[in-house]
Structures are given as structure tokens and as C-alpha cells.
């Protein structure tokens, strides 16, 4: 079973369109992010929340939109998608607390045309 | 936001060489952690240091903590193709409350 899957593995979709990516973790953690890698390989952490309660955010435009129904899922919903948001978009989780070793989904390719 | 500087950047060498990367910052972190990350697929840990001037192996990987806990290193020995990927070094400062804190990476490429 994978530990951490994320949907869908390809994205290709118009400027202005809206889109969602999925997360679920079985690992049984308590801290999930996503964390987006640009074109140069630089990974950078949007969110991350901790047992359905947000506590990072870093600064992402507020079409970016992630929600925890449970402990082991974090979606993350994009609205009026622009070229900028061309990346790839990195679920993972944590045993508790941010900071301890992160187990990876294997990425969501998201190229906005 | 800690800045963690990777070098080199890119690096390409043939198999059976030894090779070793670099990770700097002028911050202090609680711990460090290394990751490959191979095309198409997410970052794997491949360690975690937490004390200064600690060192972890790993089969041929060597991996160094600073003494002042604000560098590491990997060093390979006798490089194989299989460890062809991107190397990312992560920074977690005091209790981590800003999660970590990645380098951008150093692609490795060994050619058979």
C-alpha cells in the first residue's frame, strides 16, 4: 500500500479554470503538507496542518484553498489558475509535529496553459 | 526564513569516483535532514542528524552534522549509477514550528 497518494499524478488544465488535488496518508500521522517545487527543483512549504487544524501558512495567494476533513486527508483546491501556478505539487505527512521526517506522495504535475 | 545553500549545484562524475556535497547556512538548526529524490517521484529521507559534529553512514554515505549545527555534508564513496538523483538537505530550526527548511538540491549524475 502507498503511504501517501495524491491524485491526479497529471494536471494540464486552461488559465482561469479551477482544480483540486487529493492527499490521503495510511501511515496514521498527525501532520500533513503540501509543498510546491518549482521549474529549478526548489521545494517550498505552502501549508501544513496538524490533526485537521491549520498551522502553517506561508505566504500563497488566497486562490489557493487547502482542507483537512480528517486527519488523513489534506486537499488542496486552486482557483483561477494562472501560468505562475505551473509546478509540482508535493503532498506529505509527519508523524506528529512539523519538523520530524516527512514521508512523500510522489507528486502532482500541474502545467496551467 | 533560515537559508540553506547547496553546492555544487550540478555535478557529474564517473562511476567508482568518490564525491561530497555541501549544505550551508549562517543559521543555527535543531536538526538536519537529507533526502534523494529521483525524476518523477517525491523526496525519500535518507537520514536525519540532530547533534553537532555527528556522523551517520549509510552503506557508502557518509553524512556530517556541523559542530555548530549550521552545515552539513554527504560524501560518497565509490559512486554507483543507482545513486543518480537530486540531493536535498532541510533544516528544521528550534521546535520546528515553521516546518523545514530545504536547499535547492544538488543533481548528481553518475556515468557508468
Known amino acids: 500500500d502507498t503511504a501517501v497518494s495524491q491524485t491526479p499524478k497529471y494536471l494540464v488544465t486552461q488559465m482561469g479554470n479551477d482544480k483540486s488535488i487529493k492527499c490521503e496518508q495510511n501511515?496514521?500521522?498527525?501532520?500533513m503538507y503540501w509543498y510546491k517545487q518549482d521549474s529549478k527543483k526548489f521545494l517550498k512549504i505552502m501549508f501544513s496542518?496538524?490533526?485537521?487544524?491549520?498551522?502553517i501558512n506561508e505566504t500563497v495567494p488566497n486562490r489557493f484553498s487547502p482542507k483537512s476533513p480528517d486527519k488523513a486527508h489534506l486537499n488542496l483546491h486552486i482557483n483561477s489558475l494562472e501560468l505562475g501556478d505551473s509546478a509540482v505539487y508535493f503532498c506529505a505527512s509527519s508523524q506528529s509535529w512539523v519538523g520530524e521526517k516527512l514521508f512523500f506522495g510522489s507528486g502532482t504535475q500541474l502545467s496551467v496553459l | 526564513t533560515q537559508l540553506l545553500e547547496q553546492s555544487p549545484q550540478f555535478l557529474s562524475i564517473q562511476e567508482g569516483e568518490n564525491l561530497t556535497v555541501y549544505c550551508n547556512s549562517s543559521s543555527v538548526f535543531s536538526s538536519l535532514q537529507w533526502y534523494r529524490q529521483e525524476p518523477g517521484e517525491g523526496p525519500v529521507l535518507l537520514v536525519t542528524?540532530?547533534?553537532?559534529?555527528e556522523v551517520k553512514k549509510l552503506k557508502r554515505l557518509t553524512f556530517q552534522f556541523g559542530d555548530a549545527r549550521k552545515d552539513s555534508s554527504l560524501h560518497i564513496t565509490a559512486a554507483q549509477p543507482g545513486d543518480t538523483g537530486l540531493y536535498l538537505c532541510a533544516g528544521a530550526e528550534g521546535g520546528g514550528a515553521d516546518g523545514l527548511t530545504f536547499g535547492k538540491g544538488t543533481h548528481l549524475i553518475i556515468q557508468p
Open positions: 501511515l496514521g500521522h498527525d501532520t
Open positions: 496542518y496538524n490533526n485537521k487544524e491549520l498551522i
Open positions: 542528524v540532530v547533534t553537532g559534529g
